[in-house]
């Protein structure tokens, strides 16, 4: 799956993204709204990761679906 099939399906991926990320909220997914960047931002936030912390676990989920 590519981040385009994510980004166009956000409401059926949103319970996905929850599981992985348990730590946000649904008001972070509905700001998410299906951006990559805006994932990267919340998990940052939430996680206290860097940024290249974030974006491997992201490019890990998304190898797994």
Known sequence: MNWDQ????????KGKVKEA???LTDSDLSKIEGKRDRLAGALQERYGKKKEEVE???DTWLGGH
């Open 21 to 23: 990320w348990g730590d």
């Open 6 to 13: 994510v980004e166009g399906n956000w409401m059926q991926m």
């Open 56 to 58: 491997k676990e992201i």
